[in-house]
Every structure is written in structure tokens, then in C-alpha cells.
């Protein structure tokens, strides 16, 4: 029954690219040569010699017409936009759907063996600007799917927000973000629900090269809090953040006081540096006993050339529960290579080294490196297939076929 469902997705997106790669040379509706003898993607031979009258109503590169959807085929085009902006005003989102042979017990790809809606996602969005003096904005951010339910402010139980908004054992719903954001100049606080500005993995899946993600970003890192942060560009090199939340994974309650920050250095035109902590008590006595520590990223990335990207991170977590015993200790380092070779196809590799350390267990060290690519159909949906390998020094081992489909709107 796996295989087969492995080989339906495995035809699909055979049979996707199949019916683009014979595409001839066409731009928008132009008639461009293209060398074609017979009808191929709705291209016509016209009496001109080596012409083609272009069937399809988009634009195509080296690698084919594309499917048409949206009536945008060129990856390097404008997104299309099911909303729009109107001045500061932009209202989005997107679709993922995917599937993953084996469960990687959390990190989002727990539902194995499924083809699965990942994430159903709206936001609306106020943008500001604040470059001529005070500006007010803001958004809410909505997501329903399998990664509903670890989007989730489970900091605090049950207690607040959207933890109870499951649906069934594996799907539900988040509201991960909602705040209103205040501008003046170089200066910009945000007040409310929002993301962490830790690690460099995010839970948007459009804003990810791989489909699966890494041991330190589910396990070491918050995903969102609720407080206040202020970010202030202190140059076009570098930006201070700085603020106060009420712990990890909070909703709108109390789970804990901490400070959360950093420094992103711009430090030559090839390389950047962003350092962010989170200090003080993460989590209350209701949140599995409570937590109080130290948590540090350092995410370092470097142009190697025009098409090639090297990204390293580092983690350090280091807490202890409200009484002073040892809750968790870990760390790890987290190695990206991505290189685009052209406008639609990309290849990256991930290797991560992850060690922890929960109370009195042994320490565990744990591997993780990942084949990935991006196919992008066109400027809105983007396939993102990968092989993982994962294993640990208690000789557990691991092999992951993953594929899924991202569309933007």
C-alpha cells in the first residue's frame, strides 16, 4: 500500500513535468523560433520556417511551457495575487500539500503515509511606513491543517487561545500572529501575538528550501510569543531587537516573563550574522512543570557566489524547572549549501547535529542530513522533493522520502 501511494505521487509530479519539458521557446503569445515540426504544448507550425504559433498564453525558458496555472509560467514573473495590495493594505496566503513515507516523531511531518493538506494559510496584513513619521499597522495570521495543531500557543495547556481548536487527531487550527506593529522613523514595535525572531527554519512553508525541518528548530526553539518587540535600524548594517514576552508558546495569558532579542550584522556584501536570545522563565508550573534558562541562535549566512548560499546556525538551550533541578540541555549546529541554477530549479543539502539532554536521561546525538530540490512550476507554486536520513548514537536509523507542493496566492 506505501509503494503505491509513493508511486501515485511519484507520476503525478513525473507526469507534471513531462507535460511541460516539451514546451517549445515561447514568451507570453509571441511567435518566437522554436524549431518545432508538429504541435507540441498547443505550439502550431506556421509557414514561416523553424516558427511556432505560441498555444499557450504564458512564457516559457530552456526547461518548458509550464501548466498554464494561474497565468503565470515563468518563474521569474510576478506572483499572482488571488487578493492583491491596495496601498498598505495586502491580504494572502497559501496552500501546501504533501506526503512523507515515515513519521519523524514531531517536527510538523508526524502524519505519515498520508497525502495531507500541511497548511491552509490567510493573512491580512497593514503594512507600515514609517520613513516620513508615525505609522500604525498590523496583522493576523490564520492557518488550518497537520501543522495546525503544532502552530498552536501550547504553552500554556489548555488553558488559552487556539490549543483546544483541534480537528480530529490531526488536523487543526492556529492563529499564530496577531499584533499591531508602531512605527516612527528607523524605530518599530510590535504589540501582540507574533513569531520568534529565533533560528533561521520558520513555520511559513514558502519561506523554507526544505520540506521537512531540523531537530533544533522543533525542539529547541519557541515558535511564537506574545509581548512586545522593538526593532530599531540603527544603520543599513545593523538592527537591535529587543522586548519582553510572557514565555514560550503563549497565547494571550501568562506563561512565564522573559526577554527576547538579538543584532543582525550586515558585515560584508556576502556575509551576514543575526544573534537572538530568549532569557527567563519560559514556561509556568501548568506547561509540564515549568521552565527557566538561557536560550541563544546565531544564523551566519554567506554568499558563495550569485547562485550559491551557505548557511550555518548554531543553538544553545539551558534550562532548568522552577525548583533549580536540570530540565534541558542542549545543542547543536545546523549546515545549509543551496545553490539555484536557474530561475526554477534549485538543489540544497542539510546537515545537523543535534545533542540533548532532558534531566538525568542520557545524551542523546542525533543526525540528520537531507537531499532536497525545488522545482518551480511558476512564480506561485514551487514542488519541493527530498531524501533524510536520520540517525542517533543508540543505533536508531532512519529513511525519509518526502515530497510537497506549495502554492502562494
Known amino acids: 500500500m506505501k509503494l503505491s501511494k509513493l508511486a501515485l505521487v511519484a507520476a503525478i509530479a513525473c507526469g507534471t513535468y513531462a507535460g511541460n519539458v516539451s514546451a517549445a521557446q515561447t514568451t507570453g503569445i509571441q511567435q518566437v523560433s522554436c524549431e518545432c ?27 518548458g511551457c509550464g501548466l498554464g496555472l494561474l497565468g503565470r509560467d515563468d518563474a521569474s514573473d510576478d506572483p499572482f495575487t488571488l487578493f492583491g495590495e491596495v496601498g498598505p493594505y495586502s491580504v494572502g496566503g497559501w496552500l501546501q500539500l504533501g506526503y512523507h513515507s515515515q513519521s519523524d516523531q514531531g517536527r510538523f511531518n508526524s502524519y505519515a503515509d498520508h497525502l495531507q493538506l500541511h497548511q491552509a494559510w ?15 499597522g498590523g496583522r493576523i495570521d ?85 509581548g512586545v518587540l522593538a526593532t530599531l535600524a540603527a544603520s543599513e ?22 526577554w527576547l532579542g538579538g543584532v543582525s550584522l550586515t558585515l560584508t556584501d556576502r556575509l551576514s550574522v543575526t544573534y537572538a536570545s530568549v532569557a527567563g522563565r519560559f514556561s509556568e508550573p501548568w506547561a509540564g512543570g515549568g521552565e527557566k534558562g ?18 550555518f546556525q548554531t543553538d544553545w538551550l539551558n534550562t532548568t524547572d522552577l525548583a533549580g533541578n536540570d530540565a534541558r540541555n542542549t545543542y547543536g549546529i545546523n549546515q545549509y549549501l543551496i545553490h539555484q541554477y536557474n530561475d526554477r530549479i534549485g538543489a540544497g543539502l542539510r546537515y545537523e547535529w543535534y545533542a540533548a539532554k532532558a534531566g538525568m536521561s542520557p545524551r542523546a546525538h542525533i543526525h540528520d542530513l537531507t537531499l532536497g530540490m525545488n522545482y518551480r512550476q511558476n512564480a506561485n507554486l514551487v514542488f519541493r522533493p527530498e531524501v533524510r536520513w536520520d540517525w542517533d548514537n543508540f543505533q536508531n536509523e532512519q529513511t525519509t522520502f518526502g515530497i510537497d507542493a506549495v502554492l502562494t496566492f
Open 37 to 63: 515540426d508538429e504541435p507540441i504544448c498547443g505550439c502550431e507550425p506556421v509557414a514561416e520556417e523553424g516558427a511556432c504559433d505560441a498555444g499557450c498564453d504564458s512564457s516559457c525558458d530552456g526547461i
Open 294 to 311: 538561557y536560550m541563544q541562535s546565531v544564523v551566519a549566512d554567506y554568499a558563495v557566489s550569485d547562485k550559491t548560499s551557505y548557511i
Open 237 to 258: 548594517d545593523v538592527t537591535f531587537m529587543g522586548g519582553y514576552t510572557m514565555g514560550w508558546d503563549s497565547g494571550f495569558d501568562d506563561n512565564g516573563d522573559s
Open 142 to 226: 490564520y492557518v488550518y491543517g497537520t501543522d495546525g495543531p503544532d502552530t498552536q500557543a501550547f504553552g500554556t495547556g489548555n488553558r488559552g487561545w487556539d490549543n483546544k481548536w483541534d480537528h480530529g487527531s490531526q488536523y487543526g487550527h492556529a492563529i499564530p500572529q496577531a499584533y499591531l506593529e508602531v512605527g516612527y522613523g528607523d524605530l518599530a514595535v510590535k504589540v501582540g501575538h507574533f513569531y520568534t525572531n529565533i533560528g533561521y527554519e520558520v513555520v511559513g512553508a514558502p519561506d523554507n528550501f526544505f520540506y521537512s525541518h531540523a531537530y533544533t528548530m522543533y525542539n529547541s526553539e519557541p515558535f511564537t510569543h506574545t
Open 122 to 136: 490567510l493573512y491580512a496584513e497593514r503594512a507600515i511606513d514609517s520613513s516620513n513619521g508615525l505609522d500604525i
